[in-house]
């Protein structure tokens, strides 16, 4: 079993930075992909950006590529998400998620309860 705490979110205007964080449980987050999600009221969650078990293979959502980072530190069983240049559309809450195995392709199946990311123009 895995729990995911996700911290960072919060309000910004267009073009700030924040950088989210998910801290993970149990002794098995070395070995497993971890990936972040997002979600808008009204629409299905949808992929943003995820790394595989050693911090390597960095895939990232169209929308998102180049604007923002994903990283994770295995010694603190944690994964960030580095968000820059925001937009009003990149307004959701985020969700940190971690797979069974160690490969961005998934699937993901532990989520954490999410984070309010607002973005104002």
């Known amino acids: 079993q895995v729990q995911l705490v996700e911290s960072g979110g919060g309000s910004v205007q267009a073009g700030g930075s924040l950088r989210l964080s998910c801290a993970a449980s149990?002794?098995?987050?070395?070995?497993?992909?971890m990936g972040w999600f997002r979600q808008v009221p009204g629409k299905e969650r949808e992929f943003v950006a995820a790394i595989n078990w050693s911090g390597g293979n960095p895939y990232y959502a169209d929308s998102v590529k180049g604007r923002f980072t994903i990283s994770r530190d295995n010694a603190k069983n944690t994964v960030y998400l580095q968000m820059n240049s925001l937009k009003p559309e990149d307004t959701a809450v985020y969700y940190c998620a971690a797979s069974p195995t160690g490969l961005t392709s998934g699937p993901y199946n532990y989520w954490g309860q999410g984070t309010q990311v607002t973005v104002s123009s």
């Open positions: 149990g002794r098995t987050f070395s070995s497993r992909a």
